[in-house]
């Protein structure tokens, strides 16, 4: 089945920095959405982008599906923005089965 | 409008008892799927309904079975409960089936079980 690899797997920064985060798929997708793990255990939906770039605040990310690849910004880091970054896509003919990558997890220091 | 609704929040269960967990999803939402979280195998997916039939199934054992009822709400069950079980239950909704274009799916917030 389709592979889904992020990294890094442990990212720490100070306030205010930017970060990239990256995800790596094996197949092609119609369906892949970065999510944000709250301490509360729920997933927030961040973008939905099998393809082309999205913007919402200081959050943008970046899918290049013919190479396989997605990639999500964060600039101007808040501690609010500590948790876990989970990138997840369903591949050709999988129905609804999202398959996710491990993570990474964000620390914002203030 | 309400997201999706998850109960209960947070349980206890002993080993061999069964659990029955309940997902509300986003009004109009006809799909719903499930997903089983735990630190060494990370997010599972567990099965996937609409209209009331089981569209997909992830590599779960039988023990592990769920329902989709005429109004999308869903529920999931999990018999003859083991220590490994121990998990955080998601449940997820999206407006078509999934895997359609342009489906965007939203989680609830999710069961925690514990099995003692």
């Known amino acids: 089945g389709i592979q889904v690899e992020q990294s890094p797997p442990d990212l720490i920064l100070q306030e205010g920095a930017n970060s990239t985060l990256r995800c790596n798929f094996s197949?092609?997708?119609?369906?892949l959405q970065w999510f944000h793990q709250n301490p509360w255990g729920q997933l927030i939906n961040l973008f939905y982008i099998p393809s082309g770039t999205k913007q919402n605040g200081r959050l943008s990310a970046t899918t290049v599906a013919t190479e396989r690849y997605s990639l999500l910004y964060i600039s101007s880091s808040q501690t609010t923005d500590s948790g876990v970054y989970f990138c997840?896509?369903?591949?050709?003919?999988?129905?609804?089965?999202?398959?996710f990558g491990q993570g990474t997890e964000l620390s914002v220091k203030p | 409008k309400a997201g999706v609704t998850q109960t209960p929040r947070y349980l206890i269960k002993t080993r061999g008892q069964q659990v029955t967990l309940s997902c509300s999803p986003i009004?109009?939402?006809?799909?719903v799927s499930w997903y089983q979280q735990t630190p060494g195998q990370g997010l599972q997916f567990l099965f996937e309904y609409f209209s009331e039939t089981q569209r997909n199934k992830g590599n779960f054992p039988g023990r592990f079975s769920g329902r989709q009822f005429s109004n999308s709400r869903s529920e999931m069950n999990v018999s003859t409960l083991e220590l490994g079980d121990s998990a955080l239950y998601l449940c997820?909704?999206?407006?078509?089936?999934?895997?359609?274009?342009?489906?965007?799916?939203?989680f609830g917030e999710g069961s925690w079980l514990t099995v003692v």
């Open positions: 997820a909704s999206s407006l078509g089936a999934g895997g359609a274009s342009g489906n965007t799916i939203y």
């Open positions: 197949d092609s997708v119609n369906n």
């Open positions: 009004s109009g939402h006809r799909s």
């Open positions: 997840a896509v369903i591949a050709y003919n999988q129905g609804g089965k999202l398959i």
